[in-house]
Nanobody
Framework: EVQLVESGGGLVQAGGSLRLSCVAS????????IGWFRQAPGKKREEVSC????????YYGDSMEGRFTISSDNAKNTVYLQMNSLKPEDTAVYYC????????????????WGQGTQVTVSS
């Protein structure tokens, strides 16, 4: 059974940092692309960052590049999202997702989803 479990969310002041973790199980980690997506209240879910498995390419959403860093520890089947210089508009539920042999960072492509972790940034 494929499982993705996020952790690391919480309440932080603007300008602060958080590191999210996504622990994967139930599949061969190296064969999957892993992505982070987020959904704020009343808004559509959007792409945050993805690591594709074909060539290890990394993608960031427009407002995240330079502030967020995605990384992968294959030995631990874990993907991290380091978030710095957080802004109130980063407040959302952050989801980890996976897709077999994925090449893109479009949420419609991703088949497996975690339960999400809440990130709240106060002004």
């Amino acid at each position: 059974e494929v499982q993705l479990v996020e952790s690391g969310g919480g309440l932080v002041q603007a300008g602060g940092s958080l590191r999210l973790s996504c622990v994967a199980s139930g599949f061969t980690f190296d064969d999957y692309a892993i992505g982070w997506f987020r959904q704020a209240p009343g808004k559509k879910r959007e792409e945050v960052s993805c690591i594709t498995n074909e060539d290890g390419s990394i993608y960031y959403g427009d407002s995240m590049e330079g502030r967020f860093t995605i990384s992968s520890d294959n030995a631990k089947n874990t993907v991290y999202l380091q978030m710095n210089s957080l802004k109130p508009e980063d407040t959302a539920v952050y989801y980890c997702a996976a897709v077999y042999s994925g090449s893109y960072c479009f949420e419609d492509e991703y088949d497996y989803w975690g339960q999400g972790t809440q990130v709240t940034v106060s002004s």
